[in-house]
Nanobody, 125 residues
Framework: QVQLAESGGGLVQAGGSLRLSCAAS????????MGWFRQAPGKEREFVAA????????YYADSMKGRFTISRAYGKNTVYLQMNNLKPDDTAVYYC??????????????????WGQGTQVTVSS
């Protein structure tokens, strides 16, 4: 089993940036793909970005392309989500997740096997 812990959320003004981190432990880091999802109050959980085990392939939701960047650092067993040009609609709890299929990098939350507790991101207008 892998354990995940997000950090880096907070309050930021529209147009600003944040970098979220997800520290992984308990399972070899290269054995799983990683994803970020978010959930705003009253809304469904939404795919944000995903990255394969090697980091060679990344995928983004259309509304995040060009603004968000997912990456992973093997020496730190950490996945990052760099978020630039934030908008009030980006306000949500952000979750990282691990998919034990390391090649898949799915956009469906049903494919993920482990989840972090979430970190709140609030973007003010």
């Amino acid at each position: 089993q892998v354990q995940l812990a997000e950090s880096g959320g907070g309050l930021v003004q529209a147009g600003g940036s944040l970098r979220l981190s997800c520290a992984a432990s308990g399972r070899t880091f290269s054995n799983y793909a990683m994803g970020w999802f978010r959930q705003a109050p009253g809304k469904e959980r939404e795919f944000v970005a995903a990255i394969t085990w090697s980091g060679s392939s990344t995928y983004y939701a259309d509304s995040m392309k060009g603004r968000f960047t997912i990456s992973r650092a093997y020496g730190k067993n950490t996945v990052y989500l760099q978020m630039n040009n934030l908008k009030p609609d980006d306000t949500a709890v952000y979750y990282c997740a691990a998919d034990y299929n390391p090649y898949r990098a799915s956009s469906s939350h049903y494919d993920y096997d482990a989840w972090g507790q979430g970190t709140q991101v609030t973007v003010s207008s």
